[in-house]
């Protein structure tokens, strides 16, 4: 072996390795440029040496070398290695990887000296030069990227098996099937956002109904309603489809102002300041009505529930239901720095106690949250383990009601439950009323006459009376359209543009 290699460097000119281990003088003269070319020159002297031993038929580029720098135009100036080839695995294209040389090199030329899988990385680059760019994109998955050819363009196909690896992948996006993300939502994520691991977390937060928050977009549970945009939509009520200007009763408005403000500023007081307001009454006096036009008035933006949430199939979940709209309010006041406050309508409905009627485990439950409530109002668990840090903002609770007394009487002691009876006097019915009729163009002193007429009676009835009146014109109305028969049709049915007939509101006296 060292007898050929010396044979093998009697090739390479005596001038160039003085040149590399001179000094510094020579060095100067030799620049870097020449000195990497000479270099290549002197290991293509090499390369040809051996080759000419090994294999004196070869035919790759073994002919007589020209000088550096002296290359004719189109022709390959140096030889190379098959490691520059192999450089070159990717490129359809192969140039001479001599220095300044541009000449093109062909697969045939180079085959005997190349190794088997860098012909076939060739050839495999050859063959798809042949297929249309649009039609041929690779299998995705990294561990087998095999080409694929699109057979049908124009068609939109997204779920695909690669045939080689057998693996589901969108044709679409080209990218590992996305289960349960369309290729819309998909193609809109960002990059870091596209891994198997994320994927299955965006369908399990889809499937839990989580949301993301909008700051540093991550997935949330709501496991304690406080998500803020969630509070306007679906719990709380603001009030504006109430228009106009209602008539509030001096004693009810200066009842529930107190009572709110005293709750607000209790750690203030140095006394109990109880924590429910039992608005009662009869029937059809306005009870909610006037507690809601009060809201409006201060700004209260309320979480409202109906007697009806009381009871469940379920034991406990309307003592939990109850915890987690307190919790609410409480979080609109700290979120929104809204007002807010827990207002339960009719609420011996849900609770009382009537004739032989049993209580259940709900009422029960409904009846110690409330209990508690009023005992701790800022201490308010939803299930999940006491924390030190989390304290609930204190928020009034409003219920109203027909009979109090059909109620567990624990809860509606002092203490717990301040009562207030409302009966409006005659006084509170005129003006009530009258804003109920301004708008039809009753006068007061008609107004008056109506309820001199009609003495002793709900504000419910005024309202029926009115809306009775209306009546005899909707009758009207419905022939002047075309009937019974065509009521459907002319209602539903009618051109975008065109109008339905107006509607003339009768002389309510």
């Known amino acids: 072996m060292a007898k050929e290699n010396v044979s093998d460097l009697d090739f390479v000119d005596d001038f160039h390795f003085p040149a590399l281990f001179d000094n510094e003088e020579n060095q100067e003269d030799f620049t870097e440029a020449k000195h990497a070319e000479e270099m290549q020159f002197q290991v293509g002297c090499v390369i040809i040496s051996k080759m000419n031993k090994d294999n004196p038929s070869s035919v790759l580029m073994t002919g007589a070398?020209?000088?550096?720098?002296?290359?004719?135009d189109g022709q390959p100036s140096h030889s190379f290695c098959d490691i520059c080839a192999e450089r070159k695995e990717s490129i359809t294209v192969v140039t001479c990887p001599g220095l300044n040389c541009k000449a093109v090199l062909e697969l045939e030329t180079c085959r005997i000296k190349l190794n088997k899988g860098v012909i076939d990385l060739w050839e495999d680059a050859l063959c798809q030069e042949l297929i249309s760019v649009s039609q041929?994109?690779?299998c995705p998955y990294k561990d087998c990227s095999a080409m694929l050819v699109n057979d049908k363009e124009g068609q939109e196909i997204s779920e695909a098996e690669c045939p080689f690896c057998h693996r589901l992948f969108c044709a679409r996006c080209h990218v590992p099937w996305h289960s349960g993300v369309d290729c819309e939502v998909f193609q809109k994520l960002n990059e870091d956002e596209r891994g198997r691991e994320d994927l299955m977390v965006m369908e399990l937060a889809r499937d839990q109904k989580w949301s993301r928050c909008p700051q540093c977009k991550f997935y949330v549970e709501r496991t304690e309603a406080d998500i803020v945009f969630d509070y306007r939509q679906k719990m709380t009520r603001s009030f504006e489809y109430l228009k106009g200007d209602y008539y509030i009763a001096p004693v009810f408005l200066d009842k529930v102002v107190c009572f709110i403000v005293k709750n607000y500023i209790a750690h203030l007081l140095n006394t109990k300041v109880p924590l429910i307001l039992g608005i009662w009454g009869g029937k059809g006096q306005g009870k909610s009505f006037q507690t809601e036009l009060i809201f409006q008035a201060m700004g209260i933006e309320p979480v409202i529930m109906s007697a009806g949430e009381l009871e469940s199939e379920r034991a406990g979940e309307p003592g939990k239901l109850i915890r987690e709209r307190y919790r609410t309010a409480s979080q609109v006041v700290q979120n929104q720095g809204k007002m807010s406050c827990l207002m339960i309508n009719d609420i011996d409905a849900g609770l009382g106690r009537f004739g032989n009627t049993q209580m259940t485990v709900n009422n029960q439950i409904v009846v110690g949250t409330l209990m508690n409530l009023s005992d701790n109002p800022t201490r308010v668990s939803i299930g999940q383990d006491w924390r030190e840090s989390d304290v609930t903002n204190r928020v009034p609770i409003i219920v109203t009601g027909n009979d109090?007394?059909?109620i567990y009487a624990p809860l509606i002691r002092d203490g717990r439950m301040e009562k207030f009876y409302w009966q409006p006097d005659r006084e509170d019915i005129v003006n009530i009323v009258h804003r109920m009729y301004e708008k039809d163009g009753v006068?007061?002193?008609?107004?008056?006459?109506?309820?001199?007429?009609f003495p002793n009676q709900a504000?419910?009835?005024y309202g029926a009376l009115r809306s009775r009146t209306y009546d005899k014109s909707i009758s009207k109305w419905i022939d002047d359209i075309g009937g019974?028969?065509?009521?459907g049709d002319t209602l539903l049915k009618r051109r975008k543009n065109e109008e339905l007939p107006v509607f003339t509101p009768p002389r309510v006296v």
């Open 136 to 138: 041929r994109f690779y």
């Open 404 to 406: 109090f007394s059909t």
């Open 484 to 487: 019974v028969e065509n009521l």
């Open 65 to 72: 070398l020209p000088e550096p720098n002296h290359q004719e």
């Open 459 to 461: 504000l419910d009835f």
């Open 443 to 453: 006068s007061r002193d008609e107004v008056i006459s109506i309820v001199n007429t």
